[in-house]
Nanobody, 121 residues
Framework: QVQLVESGGGLVQPGGSLRLSCAAS????????MAWYRQAPGKQRELVAR???????NYADSVKDRFTLSRDNAKRTVSLQMNSLKPEDTAVYYC???????????????WGQGTQVTVSS
């Protein structure tokens, strides 16, 4: 069983910072991609940032230069450092992983339960 455990969400004032972390647990042979998505009320889920196993990163234009995604492959952890937060960053943030649970198996997609980030004064 593969689980993505998220932490770090909460309430922060505009201009503040939060750090989201996601740890993959369970039997995993290899994690290829880890990412964060978010979904605001009434909006579609969107990709915030993603990182591959060799640290290639992609960011949504709306968060580029404000958010930084990093991963620790040994710890199977991905972290999203969010700086200069804006009210429009308010959303439920979901951890995502594309992983191979066992050697030779197909890649599967896993989702975290979501953590609320609220940016408000």
């Amino acid at each position: 069983q593969v689980q993505l455990v998220e932490s770090g969400g909460g309430l922060v004032q505009p201009g503040g910072s939060l750090r989201l972390s996601c740890a993959a647990s369970g039997s995993i042979f290899k994690i290829y991609v880890m990412a964060w998505y978010r979904q605001a009320p009434g909006k579609q889920r969107e990709l915030v940032a993603r990182i591959t196993s060799n640290n290639m990163t992609n960011y949504a234009d709306s968060v580029k230069d404000r958010f930084t995604l990093s991963r620790d492959n040994a710890k199977r952890t991905v972290s999203l450092q969010m700086n200069s937060l804006k009210p429009e960053d308010t959303a439920v943030y979901y951890c995502y992983a594309q992983a191979m649970p066992t050697m030779g198996s197909p890649w599967y997609v896993y989702w975290g339960q979501g953590t609320q980030v609220t940016v408000s004064s």
